[in-house]
């Protein structure tokens, strides 16, 4: 098998993560190798978040606003 | 209904009729009968021994009669009230004094034989009538051979065969030999548009249910090759058209169009004869034959009316005006489908709508028997205990459990850290999972808990309120999503699903075991709407908000009020739009409650639900209003299309232009003999990607108008699908009738209009003939379609979503059509979506009455994810003060140092302050650095894990 | 905050590629599909973190470890928080805009605060040779050079 990257994700409560909901209502799949953390807008982020993301060995850090 | 089995203001009589209604509006006194249930609800804990052990057994009405039940039974786990009761007439002891054994086996001695049929008198202000639909007779299904070949099925009967609690589990079996069936034939417009069995009219949800459900028959049966017979495809709903193109393309269905006239059985399977449009005929065979049937007047319907003194329509539905949908007569309203076939989320508007008419009504009153729903109060001592985190993980039915392992998730979760109860739920929102929630929580001593099912935008509230109700801060509750972002989206990976499922609820447990209490605060309301339309939707809404007693700022940025309605001169419901319109002006103006703002525009709006100031710029000067709520009515526009030489050709025109011709009586068209109508000019596909909804009626009120003052005229309409839906099918009834002639287009080969000579001419292909034809034309007349505003100004300020098309996008199709994701603000008319008028009116009550819930309350709770500033840490840099986008912060002096203090009202929590502030004095509710960071650990955990069981092993070798 | 962050990757050695931040309104459920997916295409072309980079995990760590001493560094934060604030006066978000300024503001800050920790780090261990310093840094001699003598400065 080859490499499964291994994403974390920051979406916004309020656009990515309501569209990723949407996505699932209509069932649209995709492949899984991402994680979600919910943030109530991307204005959350703080650098360091991705940092520590990759500090713990994320291949990829997707913010989603 | 779970949210409406909670509410302390709502008192459900189930077994119940209302045998007689007297008095007059606002002060009715209903008797109702109350038949006996002979278990009492109090005293059932819904654990179902009584069924278990019951001995009689009885045909299963919820599983639309595949099955077989007791007569000691519960319809379905989620029921409200989830109590058992006993079938009087299958009852051994109630019909033959023997039996009684489930006496003997109910543990809490709820089996109650003393019963009797009990009469009360309610005192009510008003009455709602949703009685629902009934089913087609099966007298009317007998030609498509149901009752006769087993494997003919109603739709009803396959939504419960695909369910998990279904008779087969969600396993497709066909009756007759239990075998899968490989070929499944929809056929629509079962005991609908059937003059024959006394249903002319269409039903309007079939198109759509159909697709879902052969949609889902796919995904539990993905060998099955599934057609739908059509006549025409009706799926006029918001969004619907391009969810009907997606799944025909991704599920692979085959849709032809052709009326299947009967069902014949040919060794064992069942055949199907139908006509093409090219005029072939043929013949299939089919192991599996669904009929889409339609929705009839609810059974008894006439002895309700007879009962409440109402009239119904010709087809025993409630009777109502366009002018006003929800009424049936004063102090009586009407929802859902016995107003005529819909769909959930118009029937939900509706009867969203039917509140506010009894709000409106009762608005005097208003609060006197109410009674505010209490919690316990917090338990400090369990709030001051280590985390002690309780992990649920939900099946949703088979939506998560069909794709993830819940059993290796929940064993997964009671090995992580702080964890202290983990277990599984059936459906974790059902009334009698939350009533566990709270048993585990005082059982386990929680103070976490982790909820892994759906999405939090939905649910969360649900389970916050749950841990309140246990007497614990309503923070401490994190959902993991496996369901909407996890079991629906990989579900052709159920190993890598499940391991998603894994990480999200570690990463959850993570996040809980750092979460804290928080405020709830309230904050006081402004009584006052700002209504910004002053169309046919702005100005009800606004009647509607004043008559329940609250003050309304009316905006229109025209000269006078009115809108689309303005151009409108009939109505195919036969009432006159003019007269509709005066009325509504007449009132509105007159309005104590009502100040009206012409030739004006919103400037600014800012604040929050409850406390909103807005900047009105009027003809000289501008306007500062304070209002609680919201509500957009900014309408739409007809659309112009491309081509068919509109703008050039005088003898082409809009079916609005049309309709103004037509109102000029015979003199407006003294030359006009032959008059050709284009359906969809620039709908579905061609510049506006979705359908408008209203053309088709129009076109067929408009070219029976023509026929009226000109009988000897000809009206053609080129359409691709007519989609004249409800009572609307009776008009194109009588259209062809009268000599219309309707001929279908492909879109992939769209009419044109050419000059020729002094004339205009369409060319269409006929597919019957497979040629091109010519149609000369007095006049062309476009039906071209609703369109947005090009930009929503208003939607722009408040930062509400629009869907792609520019229409208003609501915060749920089906829970919450009329709200939208700001809080305190409302959409209706045109703004949400092309829809005639009757609709249009009836959403605007319902925007009214959704509006109106903060307005009376006179308060709102402020969802605790603000952000806090810790003072001590404070350098009063003022960075957040700066870039806050809500003006949520502010600097204030506390003993002569600058420190800044955020007015939570006013806060969204979007952290963007916390996440610039230098020195980590700002945390935010829920969403703290620790737990976030957490989270992030969390989620590198499982490498850290392998890597560290990699290190033992080489330790030990 | 996202150039920052891509700054910091470039100064610790990591693609830039790895981090990637884009819209999708609650509508546009395929919208978010496609963004993300194609996201994780470009991170599975690119390889598991620091293979592509030339980075072992401990050096990723070590070089992390003194991102993340930057990123809760109260004068680096007072100083983002303060570019925020000018972009957000000067109305001006293009691209272009946020690039020079973050170049000009932030850049130096960046790579300064993190070879400076990371040099400590080092020396902690033991001395060590310029050249030594700079291989395990990524950083740029003349750049370890300064920070030795500010380092100096500072002692005295």
Redesign the interface.
């Known amino acids: 098998m080859g490499f499964e990257p291994r994403i974390l994700s920051f979406l916004c409560n309020w656009c990515c993560y309501a569209a990723a909901d949407s996505a699932g209502v209509a069932r649209f799949s995709y492949p899984p190798n991402n994680r979600v953390i919910r943030i109530m807008c991307t204005g959350r982020m703080d650098p360091r978040f991705v940092v520590e993301a990759f500090y713990v060995g994320s291949d990829g850090v997707f913010v989603g606003g | 209904m779970v949210e409406a089995g909670r509410s302390p203001n709502i008192e459900i009589l189930t077994l119940a009729e209302v045998e007689e209604l007297s008095g007059k509006p606002g002060n009715f006194k209903a008797r109702v009968r109350i038949k006996p249930r002979y278990i009492d609800p109090e005293k059932c804990t819904a654990c179902g021994q009584c069924m278990q052990y019951c001995p009689r057994e009885a045909v299963d009405e919820y599983n639309e009669r595949l099955d077989f039940t007791r007569a000691a039974r519960i319809d379905f786990a989620q029921a409200v009230p989830t109590a058992y009761y006993i079938d009087e007439e299958r009852c051994l002891h109630l019909n033959h004094e023997t039996c009684m054994i489930c006496t003997n086996v109910c543990g809490p001695k709820a089996i109650d034989f003393s019963q009797r049929p009990e009469v009360r008198d309610l005192e009510v202000g008003a009455v709602v009538l949703c009685p629902g639909f009934g089913e087609v007779p099966e007298e009317a299904l007998e030609k498509y051979g149901y009752g006769i070949y087993p494997d003919v099925m109603t739709s009803l009967e396959i939504e419960r065969l695909m369910c998990v609690s279904g008779p087969t589990e969600g396993e497709i079996l066909r009756p007759s030999d239990l075998s899968h069936p490989r070929k499944i034939a929809f056929l629509q417009c079962v005991g609908s548009r059937d003059v024959s069995c006394g249903r002319p009219y269409c039903s309007s949800v079939c198109c759509m249910y159909a697709i879902k459900e052969a949609s889902m028959l796919k995904e539990h049966a993905p060998e099955a090759e599934i057609t739908l017979f059509f006549m025409d495809i009706r799926t006029m709903g918001k969004g619907f058209d391009a ?1 009907f193109e ?1 799944a025909v393309e ?1 599920y692979g269905l085959r849709v032809v169009r052709a009326r299947i006239p009967k069902v014949e059985a040919t060794d064992g399977r069942l055949g199907l004869s139908y006509v093409t449009e090219d005029g072939k005929v043929h013949r299939e065979l089919f192991d599996l034959v669904v009929l889409s049937v339609g929705l009839s007047a609810p059974a008894g319907a006439e002895e309700l009316a007879r009962r409440f003194g109402i009239e119904l329509n010709p087809f025993g539905f409630a009777k109502t005006s366009a002018a006003d949908p929800l009424t049936l007569k004063p102090g009586l309203y009407v929802a859902g489908a016995f107003q005529g076939p819909k769909d959930i989320p118009e029937s939900v508007m509706q009867a969203s709508g039917a509140a506010a008419r009894v709000s409106e009504l009762l608005a005097e009153v208003r609060k006197q028997d109410a009674v505010e729903k209490s919690f316990p109060p917090e338990d400090e001592e369990l709030l001051s205990l280590e985390p002690r985190v309780g992990v649920f993980v939900c099946h949703c039915g088979v939506n998560i459990a069909g794709v993830i392992d819940v059993q290796r998730v929940k064993d997964y979760a009671a090995t992580l850290p702080g964890v202290v109860y983990a277990d599984t739920l059936v459906y974790s929102c059902a009334q009698d999972s939350l009533e566990r929630l709270r048993e585990v929580i005082h059982e386990h001593r929680l103070n976490r808990l982790v909820i892994a099912a759906c ?4 649910h969360e509230p649900l389970f916050q309120e749950t841990l309140r109700e246990a007497g614990l801060n309503l923070a401490l509750v994190e959902m993991a ?1 496996i ?4 079991a ?6 159920p190993e ?2 499940t ?2 499922a894994m ?2 609820v570690r ?1 959850a447990v993570a996040k809980a075991r750092r979460l804290k209490p928080l405020e709830l605060q309230k904050v006081k309301v402004t009584p006052a709407a700002l209504v910004v339309g002053g169309g046919a939707a702005g100005m009800t809404a606004a009647l509607s908000i004043a008559d329940q007693g609250f003050e309304v700022h009316l905006v229109e940025k025209e000269k006078e009020l009115g809108g689309n309605l303005r151009r409108v001169r009939f109505l195919a419901e036969g009432e006159n739009p003019q007269k509709i319109l005066k009325d509504l002006i007449k009132r509105v103006e007159k309005h104590p409650k009502i100040q009206v703002y012409t030739g004006a525009t919103v400037e600014n709006i800012s604040g929050y639900v409850g406390n909103f100031t807005s900047t009105l710029r009027l003809a000289e000067e501008s306007k500062v209003v304070n209002h609680g709520v919201v509500v957009l009515a900014t309408g739409a526009r007809e659309h112009r299309p491309q081509g068919y030489l509109y703008g050039e050709s005088p003898k082409v025109v809009t079916q609005l232009e049309f309709e103004e011709k037509l109102s000029q009586g015979k003199k407006g068209l003294s030359r006009v003999k032959r008059v050709v109508m284009i359906q969809c000019a620039g709908s579905r596909g061609e510049e506006l990607p979705y359908c408008s909804r209203l053309c088709c009626q129009q076109a067929v009120k408009n070219a029976l108008k023509f026929k009226e003052l000109r009988p000897e005229g000809e009206v053609y309409i080129l359409y691709r699908d007519m989609r004249t839906y409800g009572f609307y099918e009776e008009l194109y009834r009588e259209a062809r009738a009268r000599g219309v002639v309707f001929l279908r287009y492909q879109p992939e080969r769209r009419p044109e209009v050419v000059k020729k000579g002094r004339g205009v001419r369409v060319k269409i292909y006929d597919a019957l003939l497979k040629e091109e034809m010519e149609i000369p034309a007095d006049l062309v007349v476009l039906s071209v379609g609703v369109e947005a505003e090009a930009e929503n100004p208003v939607a722009q300020i408040l930062k509400t ?4 098309e520019g229409f208003v ?1 609501e915060a749920h199709v089906k829970l919450r059509p009329v709200e939208v ?1 700001v809080d305190g603000v409302y959409v209706c008319g045109l703004a949400h979506g092309p829809k005639p008028l009757a609709e249009t009116l009836a959403q605007a009550r319902a925007a009214a009455a959704k509006a109106a819930i903060p307005l009376a309350k006179g308060y709102v709770e402020v969802q605790p ?1 603000v952000s806090r500033v810790e003072e001590s840490k404070c350098i009063g ?1 003022g ?2 003060v ?2 806050c ?1 809500y003006k949520a912060i502010e600097l204030i002096k506390v003993d002569k140092r600058r420190k800044a203090r955020v007015i939570s009202a006013a806060c ?5 302050c ?6 980590f004095a700002i945390t ?1 509710g829920g ?1 703290t ?1 620790e737990a ?2 957490e ?3 969390a ?3 499982p ?2 894990e392998e890597k560290s069981v990699t290190e033992e092993a080489q330790e030990a070798a | 905050m996202a150039e920052t962050v891509r700054r910091i990757l470039d100064t610790v050695g990591i693609r830039r590629e790895r981090f990637y931040i884009d819209w999708a309104s609650a509508a546009e459920g395929p919208r978010f599909v496609k963004l993300l997916t194609d996201f994780m295409e470009r991170v599975r072309a690119l390889g598991p973190l620091g293979e592509p980079e030339g980075l072992s995990p401990e050096v990723l760590r070590f070089r992390l470890g003194a991102a993340r001493k930057l990123c809760e560094n109260m004068q680096f934060r007072a100083q983002y928080g303060n570019l925020a604030k000018e972009i957000k006066k000067l109305g001006d978000y293009s691209p272009e805009n946020i690039e020079a300024l973050v170049e000009k503001k932030l850049v130096p800050q960046i790579r300064k605060r993190i070879f400076e920790a990371e040099v400590k780090e080092l020396l902690a261990k033991g001395p060590q040779s310029l050249e030594a310093l700079a291989e395990a840094t990524g950083a740029a001699e003349e750049e370890i050079s300064g920070i030795l003598k500010s380092l100096e400065k500072g002692k005295k």
């Open positions: 969810a997606r991704k999405s939090p935008r939905t999503n369901r909407d972002q996890c629906w989206v990989h579900a052709d990976d890598a699903a391991r998603k990480d999200q990463m979503p629009l869907t792609p996008l994701a994810i840099c960075i957040c700066a870039l986008p969204k929590g979007c952290g963007v916390g996440a610039h502030c230098p020195v935010l969403f650095d976030i960071l989270q992030i650990r989620f590198g955990l490498e850290a």
